[in-house]
């Protein structure tokens, strides 16, 4: 005789999730499931809703991700479930325990978003091994988990590689994570965190000091644009000075880019990346306008990490000139 199912999300006929498509074949499911469950996504990532940091934003990402398949998409579970026979969080501790886990990540937001990539993926790692234990919903738990670390790295500057990561590697931290070992899933975010370009974080209105940097490059660079247009073709020497300059942010902007821990400045277009090993050729920039442009971005670029070897010929101008290039830095 055939054990009668007492699950409510499952049809007592064949054992399947209950589903909008009215499908009765776990394979069929699992694929009509995952293509839907891709596209939400997609939808979530082009048009996020602001991170909350709580259980309310996990169940809509949940819904988004899971509200073509099933009816119960953004609700969280009133069955029992375990993991190789630990048993994740009861269905009646859900929402206290999430209250608490969640006030511990918003304690520590501001410290997140400005953490390096291996202080993220330790936290991340642990966020992560929390949310498996807590496995709010009936299905659809460690996606909707993904693209919630994945809004939160964004928000730390980062993206994460989620495809990279075999289905053997995701399971393996799932179940050590039930046992109270997050190091799988640190290892994860370790291996597969990338850090996000100069122009996303710019544009997810990050401050980071080296998108600072950049900006403070591209607003003396169109200084220069401007200033040679302004003087007329025979004014040889400070058409030569301006392009000198112009030369010399490149190769700060280049210095950023590729995170060199130092750059020696010269007007060689073609070494960009020389260090202090080479001899910075001398240069001579006479036109005060031009000086500061350049010296102001230095100043950015050195905030940024990257110390810059120099020859110029005079020396800072006044304070005011310092001070506008750390209006941003």
């Not at 996504?41 to 099933?70: C, F, M």
């Not at 179940?175 to 850090?195: C, R, S, V, W």
Request: no cysteine; aromatic share 6%.
């Amino acid at each position: 005789m055939t054990k009668p199912i007492d699950d409510p999300y499952l049809d007592p006929q064949t054992g399947v999730l209950k589903n909008r498509a009215g499908i009765t074949d776990a394979a069929t499911l699992k694929q009509h499931e995952a293509m839907w469950a891709s596209a939400g996504s997609v939808r979530w990532a082009s048009r996020p809703e602001a991170n909350s940091y709580d259980l309310d934003h996990l169940q809509k990402i949940h819904a988004r991700l899971y509200g073509e398949t099933y009816e119960w998409a953004g609700k969280t579970r009133t069955t029992d479930k375990d993991r190789n026979g630990i048993a994740h969080t009861s269905p009646q501790q859900i929402d206290a325990n999430a209250k608490a886990l969640f006030a511990q990540l918003q304690a520590e937001k501001k410290t997140l978003d400005k953490a390096d990539p291996e202080a993220f993926a330790q936290r991340a790692g642990h966020y992560m091994g929390e949310l498996t234990k807590l496995e709010p919903f009936r299905e659809g738990s460690i996606r909707t988990q993904q693209v919630f670390m994945s809004q939160m790295a964004r928000d730390a500057g980062y993206n994460i590689e989620w495809h990279k990561v075999d289905r053997v590697q995701m399971a393996f931290a799932q179940t050590k994570a039930m046992e109270g070992n997050y190091k799988p899933f640190e290892a994860i975010f370790k291996d597969h965190l990338k850090e996000r370009s100069i122009e996303a974080r710019e544009k997810d209105g990050r401050q980071d000091k080296d998108v600072i940097a950049v900006q403070a490059i591209q607003k003396n660079r169109d200084s220069l644009d401007r200033m040679e247009r302004s003087y007329p073709e025979t004014a040889q020497k400070t058409h030569a000075e301006i392009s000198t300059a112009r030369v010399m942010l490149n190769s700060l902007e280049y210095a950023v880019r590729n995170k060199s821990p130092e750059v020696a400045l010269t007007h060689d277009p073609s070494a960009p990346s020389k260090t202090k090993e080479f001899q910075a050729i001398p240069v001579q920039i006479s036109s005060r306008n031009s000086l500061v442009m350049v010296k102001q971005s230095i100043h950015a670029v050195e905030r940024a990490g990257t110390t810059v070897h120099h020859e110029l010929s005079q020396q800072w101008h006044s304070k005011r000139e310092l001070q506008v290039g750390r209006e941003k830095a």
